[in-house]
């Protein structure tokens, strides 16, 4: 089970920390990787990192955004700064190994 939290209203140029948090199994073997999907789009990768620490990020939020993981704790964070309104979306933990897991989600909503 994957369990988002750290989501809420922040005005434009600010910063969040999302967490998400693993139960059930260690991440450790896992890929982890945030999504987000804003209203009436598609989900899209924000942010990737393997079991072996390497990242990736979705070219709108490089420099922006920072993904880590702490497999003692079983969670990733993504450290999210300068936000932007168009960073606003439901923002979604994904885990990938032998098999694939989903959070629920936590919305991000960036706005004066």
């Known amino acids: 089970q994957l369990v988002e939290s750290g989501g809420g209203l922040v005005q434009p140029g600010g910063s969040l920390r999302l967490s998400c948090a693993a139960s059930g199994s260690s991440i450790r073997p896992y890929a982890m990787a945030w999504y987000r999907q804003a209203p009436g789009e598609q989900r899209d990768l924000v942010a990737i990192?393997?079991?072996?620490?390497?990242?990736n990020y979705a070219d709108s939020v490089k420099g922006r955004f920072t993904v880590s993981r702490d497999d003692a704790k079983n969670t990733v964070y993504l450290q999210m700064n300068n936000l932007k309104p168009e960073d606003t979306a439901v923002y979604y933990c994904?885990?990938?190994?032998?098999?694939?897991?989903w959070g629920k989600g936590t919305l991000v909503t960036v706005s004066s």
């Open positions: 994904k885990a990938t190994y032998a098999q694939i897991y």
């Open positions: 990192i393997t079991s072996r620490g390497s990242t």
